[in-house]
């Protein structure tokens, strides 16, 4: 079957680091998505990773262990800007992207 | 930039009528969905489209149609709307796996 899990929310400080975790089982493999969603608003591609390791761009890094079917996003020097649904999604062989229920972050002063 | 539009950020139906939601994409991709997005339920793909005038259902298909008559055009019809589809609806367009989302339709049936 194809499942994606993760935390339903976390909280952190403004300025610190947070982990996001992933876990996924999907029929093959073909990547897997992080995407941002702001309340009320649709979701923005943050990261596609394909290939096992940690992919950084700016703030945002993603990981992704394929053996372990896990990946993680990782945000570093936290804004309060960054308060967002975090949504991990992995595509099907048939071309699906199956999404997770979302990380709901909050970011605190 | 790819831009996926959606007809209306908000609407209110009555239990009963037909409504159209309309999602239109610039970028010539062939492959467009529609989704829609309930608290603790995440997103749930409704139906989607590899290719004009073509359609395959997805997790939820009931209660829903689609058409799409033109490349760039994926509309969601519900023939007689219902309190149980109060919700968010999203539109998103892509070429291979990525995907890129509308601004959403927030839909609510009285």
């Known amino acids: 079957g194809q499942n994606i899990d993760q935390p339903t929310e976390m909280t952190a400080t403004e300025g610190a680091i947070v982990q996001i975790n992933c876990t996924y089982q999907t029929s093959g493999f073909n990547g897997l998505f992080w995407y941002q969603q702001h309340a009320g608003e649709a979701p923005t591609f943050l990261s596609y990773?394909?290939?096992?390791g940690l992919e950084e761009k700016g703030r945002f890094s993603s990981f992704l262990s394929r053996s372990k079917g896990y990946s993680y996003l990782l945000l570093k020097e936290l804004q309060m800007k960054d308060s967002a649904s975090y949504l991990c999604a992995a595509p099907n062989q048939g071309g699906k992207l199956i999404f997770g229920q979302g990380t709901e972050l909050s970011v605190k002063p | 930039d790819v831009k996926v539009t959606q007809s209306s950020r908000y609407l209110v139906k009555r239990t009963g009528e037909k409504v159209f939601l309309e999602c239109v994409q610039d970028m010539d991709h062939e492959n467009m969905f529609w989704y829609r997005q309930d608290p603790g339920l995440g997103l749930r793909l409704i139906y989607f489209s590899y290719d004009v005038k073509m359609k395959e259902k997805g997790d939820i298909p009931e209660g829903y149609s689609v058409s799409r008559e033109k490349k760039e055009r994926f509309s969601l019809i519900l023939e007689s709307a219902s309190t149980n589809q109060t919700s968010m609806y999203l539109c998103?367009?892509?070429?291979?796996?990525?995907?890129?989302f509308g601004p959403g339709t927030r839909l609510t049936v009285l």
């Open positions: 990773n394909v290939l096992d």
């Open positions: 998103a367009s892509g070429l291979g796996s990525e995907q890129f």
